[in-house]
Each structure stands twice: as C-alpha cells, then as structure tokens.
Antibody, heavy 123, light 109 residues
Framework: QITLKESGPTLVKPTQTLTLTCTFS??????????VGWIRQPPGKALEWLAL???????RYSPSLKSRLTITKDTSKNQVVLTMTNMDPVDTATYYC???????????????WGQGTLVTVSS | AIRMTQSPSSFSASTGDRVTITCRAS??????LAWYQQKPGKAPKLLIY???TLQSGVPSRFSGSGSGTDFTLTISCLQSEDFATYYC???????????FGQGTKLEIK
C-alpha cells in the first residue's frame, strides 16, 4: 500500500524559504521507473506541477519556478524534500507530493497523492 | 508550454445521467493524458492514465478516450459520489513540463 504525507510549516513570511518534506511508504525511490513529484493548488484554483525527482536522482523543475526550487531525496529515510526560496503571498497554496510512475519515453504520471499541506505566506 | 483547456468549466447534472467532459491540448500529446477527480478538501485521485486506461479500483462507469489533441472523460451513469471537480493533465512533455487543465466542476442539478 503506497502512502505519502507532506509536512512542514503552515505559515511562512514573505522572502523566507519554505522547506517541505514528503515521507512515503509502500515503495522505494531506488526502483527503476519510480519518481516523486510536487504539485500545488492555490485556494480555489487549478493544480500546478512544481518538480519531480526520479529513481536515478535526475531532477526536473517547472521552468517558471526553476530558479527558486530544489528537490532532493533520502532513499534510506523514504523522504523527498522540496525547498522554495523567496516566498511570496501568491505562493499560498496546498502543496501535494505524489508517487510518479514512468511509462514509455520516461513520461511519468501521478498515481498516488499525499493529503496535502496548506502553506500560507503572510507577514 | 502545452496548454490544456477543459470544457465546460462547470455544469449541473442528475444522478443517472451520462456526462462527458472534454480536454483539448494546444499541441499533440499522443496518449499521454491523465484524468483526476478531486473532492473538496481532498487530494486529487487518479482515474485514468494513458488517455483510456482505467486505474485499478476505479469504477467501470468511468472511461476515457482520445489521442493527439482531443480527449474526453465519460461517466456513464452518474452516482452521488461522482459530484466533484475533474482535471486533465498532460505528461507528454520531456523534459517534463506537466500541465493541468483548469478543472471542470460537476454539480448536482
């Protein structure tokens, strides 16, 4: 049974750095064809993909946020960490991590999601 | 970036109805399309991947079709638990630049 859970601060101030941790079980991030991604959703708005880390430690980022994002994994702890620098009120959103499964051509879709964590950016 | 456009943005239907939601990609994405269901306060749930493959455990009243730029999600006989918001997502781009549609909110008539 695959489960994921996000953790981190619920409130951050503008210009601060956000660090979120995704702790998962039921799979190994060293297994070929597996990844973990981060997706966010501002209140009442659509989903936005942020980053993806693959089983082989390859990392990919949304082009519009690439300069602010870092994704890392700790396979021994079954954790993936996302950091986002220079937070702004427009970054207020629910942040989800998700298990990603790779098909042909290294194209991954998200089949299991964490419950999400709401992060508010305000002074 | 590939833009995903869903239609309609919202609509009302009754239990037992057959409903179809459309998703259009701004360029061809082959069959690299997923559909998700999201209920208020909950995480998205994968319904369909590869445009038409039903995720394990998802009821067979859900089906997907299409390839290239035009896709549809059909619910053959609406149940009360199906009233939710539905999103399409392309995962064709490589390096990945995954994009979601704006969502379709399905409400009870």
């Amino acid at each position: 049974q695959i489960t994921l859970k996000e953790s981190g601060p619920t409130l951050v101030k503008p210009t601060q750095t956000l660090t979120l941790t995704c702790t998962f079980s039921g799979f190994s991030l060293s297994t070929s064809g597996v990844g973990v991604g981060w997706i966010r959703q501002p209140p009442g708005k659509a989903l936005e993909w942020l980053a993806l880390i693959y089983w082989n430690d390859d990392k990919r980022y949304s082009p519009s946020l690439k300069s602010r994002l870092t994704i890392t994994k700790d396979t021994s702890k079954n954790q993936v960490v996302l950091t986002m620098t220079n937070m702004d009120p427009v970054d207020t959103a629910t942040y989800y991590c998700a298990h990603a499964l790779g098909g042909s051509g290294s194209r991954y879709y998200f089949d299991y999601w964490g419950q999400g964590t709401l992060v508010t950016v305000s002074s | 970036a590939i833009r995903m456009t869903q239609s309609p943005s919202s609509f009302s239907a009754s239990t037992g109805d057959r409903v179809t939601i459309t998703c259009r990609a701004s360029q061809g994405i082959s069959s690299y399309l997923a559909w998700y269901q999201q209920k208020p306060g909950k995480a998205p749930k994968l319904l369909i991947y590869a445009a038409s493959t039903l995720q394990s455990g998802v009821p067979s009243r859900f089906s997907g079709s299409g390839s290239g730029t035009d896709f549809t999600l059909t619910i053959s006989c609406l149940q009360s638990e199906d009233f939710a918001t539905y999103y399409c997502q392309q995962y064709y781009s490589y390096p990945p630049r995954y994009t979601f549609g704006q969502g379709t909110k399905l409400e009870i008539k």
